[in-house]
Structure formats: structure tokens, C-alpha cells
């Protein structure tokens, strides 16, 4: 069966308790969410209503306390620590606020490092990585280091980054937070294209309202529950 004839998130019933000393914070409550292949999400919502809680059990980062997290047809509460970490290698591209870049390499090489450990020749890997750069508009600047760039660009570094392995699912926190209206709507506009071109799958925890112009469904989140 295609990823695009299946679901590519299914909650059942999820949630995420933390114990802070004597007191328990349920970070989400019984959530239940389906998400089709090929599709933008956005994920709203005030601080501290668990969008990147929701996040982070959906890529394999956190461990939910109760329920199903099925992604791309694995349910994550069947691997142990060294099968997350090579399925979201294999799997999954992450994009953050801070946009993660290695200040000391440059734009081809912070893509490329993904490829690194894939058994992938040095000439399907560079081919591989330029291709990435190419695809968000950055091939003129495969050699510059992160400071010689602006916040737009180095967002779009982590985008290439993100995309260097292929996944089928791009899940981003908050990536257009640091950028200003203009920069926003740019990257916004490009996860869109991406979307739409790769047959990827994009959930984006925001607070930004531009996003609502570019995605397929907007979802709420408030005290740990959707309720859109």
C-alpha cells in the first residue's frame, strides 16, 4: 500500500503525565488525531497547551504515559531507545525554531551530514544534498557559513536539512518564530511547495496566524485536548 492511501499519524486515547515534585501535570489528555499523507497541519495554540509535547511524542522524542501513537504505520510504543533514534533517522525531518545549524560548516555541509550515516556513496551524497539546497532556492549559497546569512536562509538550511534523507513526514516547531512577516510568509510558502512536490507530510506547531493561509487543516490545542 502507497503512503498516500494511509494515515500517516493515528492517536488513540494519548496521553502525557509529568510528575513535578508532588504534583502531576497532564500535559495531554486522551488525545485523538488522524492525519492524512500529503497534507499540512497546523497545530495552535496558547503556551503550555502541549502542541510541542504532541510534537515531540509524535516524532519518538518523548515517551507518552498512556494510548497509541501510531506514525507511517509503526506504532512508537513497541520500539525501544536505538529504534526511534534509526527510525526518525530513516523516517522523519525535524525543523526548529532555532534553526540547529552547525555555525562552523557550511550550508552543503550542514545537509550532507544527514547522508553521512546512510549507505550512500560520497557522489550520491553530495548529489543528494545539492539537490536539497537547489529545492528551497539556496544553491548560490551551498558554501556560505550560517553567520554569512539571514534568519530566512538559514531556516531554509534546516528545510534542505530536514529533507536530506527523504522522510515522508516533516514535523517543525515553531519555525517560522524567530523570522519577521515577510521571511514568515517566504518559508511558509516554500513548506507549502514542498508539500505539494514531494509528497511529504507537514505538521507545524505554530503561533504564527500567516500559516492559516497555507495549510490544509488548522488545529487547536488547549489544555491538552484538540478541540478544533
Request: aromatic share 6%; charged share 20%; hydrophobic share 40%.
Given at each position: ?22 504534583l502531576e501535570v497532564q500535559a495531554l489528555r486522551g488525545i485523538y488525531l488522524q492525519i492524512d499523507a500529503g497534507s499540512f497541519v497546523a497545530l495552535k495554540g496558547r503556551s503550555g497547551s502541549g502542541k510541542t ?11 507518552p504515559t498512556s494510548g497509541d501513537v501510531r506514525v507511517l504505520g509503526q506504532n512508537l510504543i513497541d520500539l525501544n531507545d536505538n529504534d526511534l533514534t534509526r527510525w526518525r533517522r530513516e523516517q522523519v525531518g ?135
Open positions: 500500500m502507497s503512503a498516500s492511501r494511509v494515515d500517516v499519524i493515528t492517536t488513540e486515547n494519548l496521553w502525557r503525565v509529568y510528575q513535578v515534585g508532588a509535547t504532541l510534537l515531540n511524542c509524535l516524532g519518538g522524542l518523548d515517551q525535524f525543523v526548529f525554531q532555532s534553526f540547529g545549524l552547525i555555525p562552523t560548516l557550511s550550508a552543503y555541509e550542514n545537509v550532507e551530514m544527514m547522508l553521512r550515516l546512510k549507505s550512500m556513496s560520497p557522489k550520491e551524497s553530495k548529489q543528494r544534498a545539492l539537490a536539497c539546497l537547489e529545492l528551497v532556492g539556496l544553491s548560490q549559497w551551498a558554501d556560505h557559513r550560517p553567520y554569512e546569512m539571514s534568519g530566512g536562509q538559514q531556516q531554509r538550511v534546516a528545510i534542505a536539512r530536514s529533507l536530506a534523507n527523504q522522510p515522508r513526514l516533516i514535523l517543525a516547531d515553531e519555525p517560522t518564530g524567530e523570522l519577521d512577516s515577510t521571511t514568515a510568509r517566504e518559508v511558509l510558502m516554500l513548506f507549502r511547495q514542498i508539500v505539494e512536490s514531494q509528497n511529504v507530510t507537514l505538521l507545524m506547531v505554530t503561533h504564527d496566524p500567516l500559516v492559516d493561509e497555507y495549510a490544509d487543516r488548522v488545529l487547536l490545542l488547549k489544555d491538552g485536548q484538540i478541540v478544533t
